[in-house]
């Protein structure tokens, strides 16, 4: 029972955080809020860089379009470990906001 207990905790704990580990770069060094919330996502800026807690599971390419139409383009995008490819990056940016 313990360990199902245990289980149960860790799955609604990573479950919890789809986000944690993300981070982004802006290409403009600045201009995105110092706080901004995307899909259930919190995602604080400061200086350019931004980093993300909380929100829903999805693919990398699909979020960073997602908060690249809210905060304008990124140089780097990294989403729970996996950092986009500079071919996604470019496809990313292509919904940035103008």
């Not at 259930?40 to 400061?46: L, P």
């Amino acid at each position: 029972m313990r360990t199902f207990a245990l289980t149960l905790a860790l799955s609604l704990a990573a479950a919890g955080s789809a986000f944690a580990g993300s981070t982004l770069t802006l290409k403009n060094g600045g201009g995105a809020p110092s706080k901004i919330i995307i899909d259930g996502a919190v995602w604080r800026c400061d200086a350019g860089v931004c980093t993300a807690s909380g929100g829903k599971s999805q693919p990398a390419p699909r979020a960073c379009k997602r908060v690249v139409a809210k905060v304008g383009e990124v140089s780097v995008f990294s989403l729970n470990g996996r950092t986009l490819s500079e071919q996604e990056l470019a496809e990313c940016n292509a919904a940035a906001k103008r």
